[in-house]
């Protein structure tokens, strides 16, 4: 797959995005967005307010403020996945600091196999057992002043979820549909990433833990401490 990398004015600009290009883009695979099987995307989870989740790191804790007010289908994804167990044991297999920070990214189920080649960790997402198929959710993207989000297509305004210092994100394809399991910390304001790539939480608590985290280290578990109740999953 082709990756079309925007232009920047400055090295800074230019090395992100660079790093943009081998980080946040996922391994190449057949994709099948959820836009296609459901315009209304009723086959996926949402969350409908918001929602804690505590990652534990190393036996250190880190917790997350899940956004569901504004990105429901996106937090719904991510806390059904936590609710499933899905996270316990992954690995962060990609932690890029030098130069400057960026993220740490981590998610993909295939790292659980402590045999299976680094090299190749990136390019898996959650399989839906189901369906047999893997899940991929839709981009979205809720610009400031608007009631509902953009979804399937980058945007050019402002959006409500910002790259700031301890957001979290989905990683994905450059096929806009094409997230699944994989997430990232921000390890800086990363506001060039803004409407590109769905933020959909932050770290209220625990930032010190992420800033430690190392490529390779593995996630003890994730679980949500509030507003379950607040998930809806598929009829």
Not at 142 to 158: A, C, F, H, N
Not at 171 to 189: C, E, G, K, V
Request: charge should be neutral; proline fraction near 8%; hydrophobic fraction near 40%.
């Amino acid at each position: 797959m082709h990756f079309q990398i925007p232009r920047f004015k400055s090295f800074r600009f230019v090395w992100l995005a660079l790093i943009v290009s081998s980080v946040l883009f996922m391994g190449c695979s057949p994709i099948q967005t959820a836009s296609s099987a459901s315009p209304n995307y009723t086959n996926l989870p949402r969350l409908v307010g918001k929602a804690t989740v505590v990652m534990t790191v190393k036996g250190s804790p880190i917790t997350i403020e899940v956004d569901g007010d504004n990105a429901p289908i996106t937090a719904g994804n991510f806390l059904d996945l936590v609710q499933k167990g899905v996270y316990n044991g992954l690995m962060f297999h990609r932690v890029v600091r030098d130069p400057q920070p960026f993220v740490a990214q981590g998610g993909d189920p295939q790292s659980k196999d402590p045999n299976f080649p680094q090299a190749r960790l990136g390019t898996g997402g959650y399989m839906d057992p189901q369906l047999n198929i893997e899940r991929l959710i839709p981009l979205e993207i809720k610009p400031r002043g608007q009631k509902e989000p953009v979804y399937g297509k980058t945007i050019s305004e402002k959006p409500v979820l910002i790259h700031k210092l301890g957001a979290i994100a989905m990683a994905r394809s450059q096929t806009p549909d094409s997230a699944s399991s994989q997430f990232y910390f921000a390890l800086a304001d990363l506001g060039f990433l803004d409407g590109a790539y769905a933020v959909f939480g932050y770290v209220t608590d625990g930032i010190e833990v992420v800033n430690q985290i190392q490529q390779g280290d593995r996630i003890d578990q994730a679980e949500v401490t509030k507003g379950l109740a607040n998930l809806k999953l598929p009829q």
